[in-house]
């Protein structure tokens, strides 16, 4: 299977803009999918088939890909977005891989 | 409303067995595929195994294959796995996924997940 690269950490001021990447070799043929997960809470889905929202989740999450990497964007940041995202997809025999996680800080 | 609510976890001594129910409500449980993802004690989320609606595909993770069976219930609406000759690196919490469907397709990503359910495995 393949692997799904994610920077450890990244911090942002309240308001400001928070991108996190995750790079993979077989995101151009699949779909990406971004989960939220606060300390001892389950997984939340926000973005699926790379750019698309879920009822529910605010505007300011927004999802992109270009190539090998896809990107989650959280615009005008807001303290209860602090929380570990993860990013998946899945490769031709129908594997499921998640990303190594990002930590998001809110400063 | 999406319940997933699982069971079954607890304290097991290594090659010991166990065997995690996922109970699920508010959606035609025979029209998803279903998934367990397990998250190591502060790492992150990997995935275990995942089953079709019908049983006719199931996948697991090569960490488990050979010692972890899926398995569902429709007419329950229950999903199922069943973990053998378990490990100290298998101690984790289990969760129970659904796939995403929208518009009459099946992706191969998550929209539902339960609280989950600890397992640890020690002597």
């Known amino acids: 299977s393949f692997e799904l690269t994610q920077p450890p950490s990244v911090s942002v001021s309240p308001g400001q803009t928070a991108r996190i990447t995750c790079s993979g070799d077989?995101?151009?043929?699949?779909?990406a999918y971004w989960y939220q997960q606060k300390p001892g809470q389950a997984p939340v889905l926000v973005i699926y088939?790379?750019?698309e929202r879920p009822s529910g989740i605010p505007e300011r999450f927004s999802g992109s890909s270009s190539g090998t990497t896809v990107t989650l964007t959280i615009s005008g940041v807001q303290t209860e977005d602090e929380a570990d995202y993860y990013c998946?997809?899945?490769?031709?025999?129908?594997?499921?891989?998640f990303g190594t996680g990002t930590k998001v800080t809110v400063l | 409303e999406v319940q997933l609510v699982e069971s079954g976890g607890g304290l097991v001594k290594p090659g010991g067995s166990l065997r995690l129910s996922c109970a699920a409500s508010?959606?035609?449980?025979?029209?998803?595929?279903m998934n367990w993802v397990r998250q190591a004690p502060g790492k992150g989320l990997e995935w275990v195994s995942s089953?079709?609606?019908?049983?006719?595909?199931?996948y697991y993770a090569d960490s488990v294959k050979g010692r972890f069976t899926v398995s569902r219930d429709n007419a329950k609406n229950s999903l199922y796995l069943q973990m053998n000759s378990l490990r100290a690196e298998d101690t984790a919490v289990y969760y129970c996924?659904?796939?995403?469907?929208?518009?009459?397709?099946?992706?191969?990503?998550?929209?539902?997940w339960g609280q989950g359910t600890l397992v640890t495995v020690s002597s």
């Open positions: 089953i079709s609606f019908s049983t006719s595909y199931i």
């Open positions: 088939k790379d750019s």
């Open positions: 077989a995101l151009p043929k699949q779909y």
């Open positions: 508010g959606f035609t449980f025979s029209s998803y595929s």
């Open positions: 996924a659904r796939d995403h469907c929208n518009g009459g397709s099946c992706y191969a990503g998550i929209d539902y």
């Open positions: 998946q997809s899945a490769d031709s025999s129908n594997t499921y891989v």
